[in-house]
């Protein structure tokens, strides 16, 4: 299943650039997805958006999963052992994605959000049979840093769709901060949708070393989908602290 789906935002924008284009109201529904057949088997994942946007299924989300596990799943032992930690979670796609695909042997997986999200994480984690693999956490990033989080540092930062509110900028900025250590690396995808969602970028790259995935090597050979995100405005970084 392709959840990119044929309502993406147009590229033309005739009313100018900082306007979208409302999206369709999406009903309660259960997905499944291989993310074309990345995984032997499907996740599940409820969809409803009356908590709020957090809800749906956005196509930052399946960006990041299909990339990580293009470079994590399979044979790869590089996520063994690890402290990960989603930001803005949602439903918990790009998280249980990862554990479902990924040999994640030994770490410890968090997937976290506001209040609201906590009971659909919650159920997508039960739906998969995940428990014993993936942890729910509410983090909130106008608040201290919970404590499972904090106490040991953080190996892997996973975020998709984290920009889209600007007032949110600068508390999602301190939270990477925050969360970010010596050895830490951030993979964070997001769709521009506005002029505005490009200032974040922009601050976030005067505090840390931000480079482009599609600027690695071997990123061309390993993601055949570098067309689609591009035609649909996303973008893939990778982010570590600065020496």
């Not at 990041?64 to 439903?91: F, P, Q």
């Not at 959000?113 to 906590?118: A, I, K, V």
């Not at 995940?130 to 840093?145: F, H, R």
């Not at 002029?195 to 995935?213: G, P, Q, Y």
């Amino acid at each position: 299943m392709d959840l990119f789906g044929d309502n993406s935002d147009s590229e033309v924008e005739p009313f100018g650039a900082d306007l979208v284009e409302p999206a369709p109201i999406l009903k309660p529904r259960t997905i499944e997805t291989t993310f074309n057949g990345l995984l032997s088997s499907p996740i599940k994942l409820h969809e409803d958006l009356a908590k709020g946007c957090g809800g749906q299924i956005w196509p930052a989300g399946e960006t990041l999963a299909k990339y990580l596990l293009r470079h994590y799943g399979g044979d790869s032992a590089g996520l063994r052992g690890k402290r990960i930690v989603e930001l803005g979670a949602g439903g918990g796609l790009v998280g249980l994605a990862v554990a479902a695909g990924c040999d994640i042997s030994g770490s410890e997986l968090y997937i976290t959000d506001m209040e609201d999200m906590m009971e659909m994480m919650t159920r997508n984690v039960a739906l998969n049979g995940l428990d014993d693999k993936v942890k729910v956490q509410l983090l909130d990033w106008s608040e201290p840093m919970p404590e499972p989080i904090s106490q040991k540092p953080v190996d892997f930062i996973l975020a998709a769709d984290c920009v889209y509110f600007e007032p949110a900028f600068p508390l999602l900025e301190k939270t990477l901060i925050d969360l970010i250590g010596e050895e830490t690396v951030v993979f964070f995808c997001f769709k521009k949708r506005r002029r505005a969602d490009l200032t974040f970028m922009k601050s976030i790259k005067k505090r840390l070393n931000v480079r482009e995935a599609r600027n690695d090597p071997d990123y061309a050979k390993a993601d055949t989908d570098h067309a689609t995100y591009s035609r649909e405005n996303l973008y893939l970084y990778i982010m570590t602290r600065k020496k």
